[in-house]
C-alpha cells in the first residue's frame, strides 16, 4: 500500500486559516507561510497545510515550522501527514499489514483535520 499524497487547494489553505485562527490577521499569516521558498503550487499548498496543521492554532509556532520546512520540508510532511507511519515503518520487523495500518490510520487523520469545519 502506498501512502496517499493530499491534494491543497489555495482555497483550503484560506479556509484553514480563517478556522484555526480567527482571532488573528489572515494577511500576516499568509504573509509567515510565504517565507517558504517553493517553486511549485501543488508543493507549497501541501507544506503550507502542513505548518498549519503543526502548529495547532499557535502563531508562533508557524515561524517555527516554516524554518522547519526550508531546512528539510520532508521533516514537516511527516510529522504532519504520516505522523504515526513515520514513528514505527523503519522497524525491520514490523508486518506489512501493520504498516498498512498506520497508512490508514495517518490518511483519515489527516483527511478529518483537512476538512474539519470549525
Not at 483550503?12 to 499568509?30: G, H, Q, S, T, Y
Not at 515561524?63 to 520532508?74: C, G, L, Q, S, T
Not at 514513528?87 to 525491520?92: D, P, T
Not at 499489514?97 to 490510520?105: A, P, S, T
Request: aromatic fraction near 12%; charged fraction near 35%.
Amino acid at each position: 500500500m502506498e501512502q496517499k499524497i493530499p491534494k491543497i487547494s489555495e482555497s483550503d489553505i484560506k479556509r484553514i486559516i480563517k478556522r484555526d485562527f480567527p482571532k488573528l490577521e489572515f494577511v500576516e499569516i499568509l504573509n509567515i507561510l510565504q517565507m517558504y521558498n517553493s517553486n511549485s503550487e501543488e508543493g507549497r499548498n501541501r507544506i503550507f497545510a502542513s505548518i498549519l496543521k503543526l502548529s495547532n492554532g499557535d502563531f508562533e509556532l508557524i515561524k517555527m515550522f516554516v524554518e522547519k520546512a526550508n531546512f528539510d520540508f520532508r521533516d514537516v510532511i511527516a510529522l504532519s501527514e504520516y505522523p504515526n507511519y513515520s514513528k514505527y515503518a523503519f522497524e525491520e520487523d514490523l508486518p506489512q499489514q501493520k504498516k498498512n495500518q498506520l497508512i490508514n490510520e495517518d490518511w483519515n487523520q489527516f483527511e478529518k483535520w483537512l476538512k474539519k469545519t470549525s
